[in-house]
C-alpha cells in the first residue's frame, strides 16, 4: 500500500513540475487549425483572416497569435491544465495538458469543420 500511494505522489509531482503553459496550449490550437485547414484545402491565400473566422472572431484580428492570445486561456488544476477556447462568446473546454504535452479533444476538429462548410458558402 506503501508503494501505491509513493508511486500516485511521484506521478503527481512529476506531472505539476511538467504542467504545460499557455504557450503551448495556444500552439496546439494553432497547429489543429492550420492542419484541419490544411487537410481540407481550404485555407489558403489570406490564411490568417480565415483562420480567425473559422472561430468566428475574425473581425479586427490582424494575426493568429492576437487571436490567440485573446481566445485560449488554460485553466490550471496543478497536475494537468484544460484547454479553453472561446467559442460563441463563451469558454468551452477543447483539450488537456498533462507531462508537458497538450491533446485536444475530436470536437475541436468537428466544430472547425462546422465553420469550414459556412465559409464556403
Not at 1 to 5: I, S
Not at 32 to 39: A, H
Given at each position: 500500500?506503501?508503494?501505491?500511494?509513493f508511486f500516485l505522489l511521484l506521478i503527481a509531482l512529476i506531472?505539476?513540475?511538467?504542467?504545460?503553459?499557455?504557450?503551448?496550449?495556444?500552439?496546439?490550437?494553432?497547429?489543429?487549425?492550420?492542419?484541419?485547414?490544411?487537410?481540407?484545402?481550404?485555407?489558403?491565400?489570406?490564411?490568417?483572416?480565415?483562420?480567425?473566422a473559422l472561430l468566428g472572431e475574425a473581425i479586427g484580428l490582424?494575426?493568429?497569435?492576437?487571436?490567440?492570445?485573446?481566445?485560449?486561456?488554460?485553466?490550471?488544476?496543478?497536475?494537468?491544465?484544460?484547454?479553453?477556447?472561446?467559442?460563441?462568446?463563451?469558454?468551452?473546454?477543447?483539450?488537456?495538458?498533462?507531462?508537458?504535452?497538450?491533446?485536444?479533444?475530436?470536437?475541436?476538429?468537428?466544430?472547425?469543420?462546422?465553420?469550414?462548410?459556412?465559409?464556403?458558402?
Open positions: 500500500m506503501k508503494n501505491n500511494l506531472g505539476v513540475f511538467t504542467n504545460p503553459s499557455l504557450e503551448k496550449h495556444q500552439a496546439a490550437v494553432a497547429e489543429k487549425v492550420n492542419e484541419l485547414g490544411n487537410v481540407n484545402g481550404e485555407v489558403d491565400g489570406d490564411t490568417l483572416k480565415k483562420l480567425g490582424n494575426t493568429m497569435e492576437k487571436y490567440l492570445n485573446n481566445n485560449v486561456k488554460v485553466e490550471d488544476l496543478k497536475v494537468i491544465s484544460l484547454t479553453k477556447l472561446k467559442i460563441n462568446g463563451t469558454y468551452k473546454t477543447v483539450g488537456i495538458g498533462a507531462f508537458g504535452k497538450v491533446f485536444l479533444f475530436d470536437d475541436v476538429k468537428s466544430y472547425i469543420d462546422e465553420k469550414l462548410d459556412g465559409l464556403k458558402e
